[in-house]
């Protein structure tokens, strides 16, 4: 069983940033994967960023490339979210999630595991 608990979110303007952090209780296998996902009132919850936890390896959605980067500390069995040049369209409930890594990393029904949530809100 893995817990997750993520924070750091709040409210910044347009072009600041924040460094979102996931904690994660019980046992990260080195075969399992961390995602980022975001959902906006009245929108469907969208990937943001993924890692694989045996070799860091990251992977991003279109919107985020080049703004956002996500990083792990194995030590620390935590995952961070570091986000530049917030935009508002970025406004949105930012949860955590883990799975056994594999195929699809970018669809949220394919995660096991899910954080409570953090929200992020980006005036302009």
């Known amino acids: 069983q893995v817990q997750l608990v993520e924070s750091g979110g709040g409210l910044v303007q347009a072009g600041g940033s924040l460094r979102l952090s996931c904690a994660a209780s019980g046992r990260i296998f080195s075969t399992y994967g961390m995602g980022w996902f975001r959902q906006a009132p009245g929108k469907e919850r969208e990937f943001v960023a993924a890692i694989r936890w045996s070799d860091g390896s990251p992977y991003y959605g279109d919107s985020v490339k080049g703004r956002f980067t996500i990083s792990r500390d194995s030590a620390k069995n935590t995952v961070y979210l570091q986000m530049n040049s917030l935009k508002p369209e970025d406004t949105a409930v930012y949860y955590c999630?883990?799975?056994?890594?594999?195929?699809?990393?970018?669809?949220?029904?394919?995660?096991?595991?899910w954080g409570q949530g953090t929200q992020v809100t980006v005036s302009s």
């Open positions: 999630a883990a799975r056994a890594w594999g195929s699809i990393i970018y669809v949220a029904s394919t995660y096991d595991y």
